[in-house]
């Protein structure tokens, strides 16, 4: 019984962080606003029930089950708009920062940049300051963010990697054995492609799974790796003139 409190406590934090309440909750199960409040207050929810409000947030339920196995504070999922756009405003803070997230120390920083220690102490101590990390002893790393933490939609650092990475990344003919580019299109409906959605999200999450397991391994053995999953409703404008 103790595991399910402390998982239906982790779940009303997410719904919080994701800006959904009990209301919402109801809509989504086709409850009452009282039976909503009931289930929680009870610990009384159901396999199905818990997948379907983590679906509202985009999670699976062993998301949910990191989340409440991890510190009993409340892991950063995201940063402000503000934060994004501190971060984008200088390029060596936003090397560092991606670089932290992949799971570098500052002996790597120092060895890889030009960066001196005084140098990486600094933007270290930005990143702890914004809650991205805790700064310990000796200038080790403890990263402080969820398992689904991500930058904001069409926030400061996805257009700045938009605007200013996207034709690089693209000057490839793809051909290298690291390197695949799958273009398909179709015609879906809103439920296959509510389903592609949900596919799309859970292979990003078993991306992330995959740079957590190898973040033991020495930096020498890992490639900085790139993958864009994009799916959009789209007409190519050479098209324009034929259309009705």
């Known amino acids: 019984m103790a595991q399910t409190v402390k998982l239906i406590t982790t779940l009303k934090r997410a719904l919080k962080s994701h800006g959904l309440a009990y209301s919402d909750v109801a809509k989504q199960l086709n409850l009452s606003h009282a039976s909503v409040k009931r289930l929680f207050?009870?610990?009384?929810?159901?396999?199905e029930r818990l997948d379907i409000i983590c679906q509202m947030?985009?999670?699976e339920i062993s998301d949910l089950v990191v989340m409440m196995n991890n510190d009993t504070r409340m892991l950063l999922t995201e940063l402000s708009l503000e934060q994004e756009q501190q971060i984008v405003a200088d390029s060596a803070l936003l090397l560092v920062t991606v670089c932290v997230l992949n799971h570098w120390t500052m002996p790597h920083l120092m060895k890889n940049f030009n960066f001196t220690e005084p140098q990486c102490i600094r933007y270290l101590a930005l990143l702890d300051n914004l809650k991205l990390i805790d700064l310990l002893p000796g200038n080790r790393?403890?990263?402080r963010v969820a398992s689904n933490f991500k930058w904001?939609?069409?926030g400061p650092i996805q257009q700045f990697f938009q605007q200013k990475l996207a034709a690089d990344f693209f000057n490839t003919q793809f051909t290298e054995q690291q390197e695949?580019?799958?273009v398909i299109n179709g015609m879906l409906s809103q439920e296959a492609t509510a389903i592609f959605h949900r596919k799309l999200l859970q292979l990003a999450r078993e991306f992330d799974e995959l740079n957590s397991e190898e973040a033991t391994l020495p930096l020498e053995q890992r490639r900085g790796t790139t993958a864009i999953l994009a799916m959009r409703s789209w007409k190519y404008g050479l098209f324009e003139e034929f259309r009705k």
């Open 41 to 47: 207050s009870e610990h009384r929810l159901s396999l």
């Open 57 to 59: 947030m985009e999670l």
């Open 141 to 143: 790393i403890k990263l």
């Open 152 to 154: 904001h939609d069409n």
């Open 180 to 182: 695949k580019l799958i």
